[in-house]
């Protein structure tokens, strides 16, 4: 099993900054990618970034610029550094964990971010 802990979430005021962090631990699996959703209230789910285990990244095109997702394998942890940051970034932020060799998804249990205008 995995087990996927996230911290750093908060109120902060537009064009400030915040930063996530996410931890994975196994003693099974092998991570392969980290990543950060969000779900805001009465949306869908979306992704916002992912770092695979060679140092890919993917983000949306809503945070492009402005988000910067980093990891240390070693540590098995990913963070999520926001920066200039707006309203509608508001929402529950959740952490993925996908494993290797299986490709099963584990999700940690969210953590809020309040942008205030």
């Known amino acids: 099993q995995v087990q996927v802990v996230e911290s750093g979430g908060g109120l902060v005021q537009a064009g400030g900054s915040l930063r996530l962090s996410c931890a994975a631990s196994?003693?099974?699996?092998?991570?392969?990618?980290m990543g950060w959703f969000r779900q805001a209230p009465g949306k869908q789910r979306e992704l916002v970034a992912r770092i695979t285990n060679d140092d890919s990244t993917y983000y949306t095109d809503a945070v492009k610029g402005r988000f910067t997702i980093f990891r240390d394998n070693a540590e098995n942890t990913a963070y999520l550094q926001m920066a200039s940051l707006k309203s509608e970034d508001t929402a529950v932020y959740y952490c993925n964990v996908r494993v290797h060799p299986l490709g099963l998804e584990y999700w940690g249990q969210g953590t809020q971010v309040t942008v205030s205008s």
């Open positions: 196994t003693s099974i699996f092998s991570v392969n990618a």
